[in-house]
């Protein structure tokens, strides 16, 4: 499975930005697809998951009531909304898919990984 990630931009601090996520090869195996982010000098932390077949979500403390993760099935895309940005926001963000169900938060959990979009919120 390959994933292209876009979406990343500049924002101001209670601005909102849309990342997407596109799948290609192998989707058919997708089970979970989830979000993550790193900022520098920091370790990547979960954002953000969803159950590709039930819909179900998860999501970190720190997003949930400002990030809405969602899927487009026929499309092979999963969208991170953020909302409300805040500038500790701020970092590469990562989308990743997992063979398994269950929106798992755990980063040894996913098995594909695309490269991150950058996500920079201005105080």
């Known amino acids: 499975v390959q994933l292209q990630a876009c979406g990343g931009g500049l924002v101001q601090a209670g601005g909102f930005l849309r990342l997407s996520c596109a799948a290609s090869?192998?989707?058919?195996?997708?089970?979970?697809v989830g979000w993550f982010r790193q900022a520098p000098g920091k370790e990547r932390e979960f954002v953000a998951a969803i159950d590709w077949r039930g819909g179900s979500t998860n999501y970190a403390d720190s997003v949930k009531g400002r990030f809405t993760i969602s899927r487009d099935s026929a499309k092979d895309t999963v969208y991170l909304h953020m909302d409300s940005l805040k500038p500790e926001d701020t970092a590469a963000y990562y989308c990743?898919?997992?063979?398994?169900?269950?929106?798992?938060?755990?980063?040894?959990?996913?098995?594909?990984w695309g490269r991150g979009t950058q996500v920079t919120v201005s105080s």
């Open positions: 090869g192998r989707t058919f195996s997708i089970s979970t």
């Open positions: 990743a898919v997992a063979r398994s169900r269950g929106a798992s938060s755990r980063l040894d959990y996913y098995n594909y």
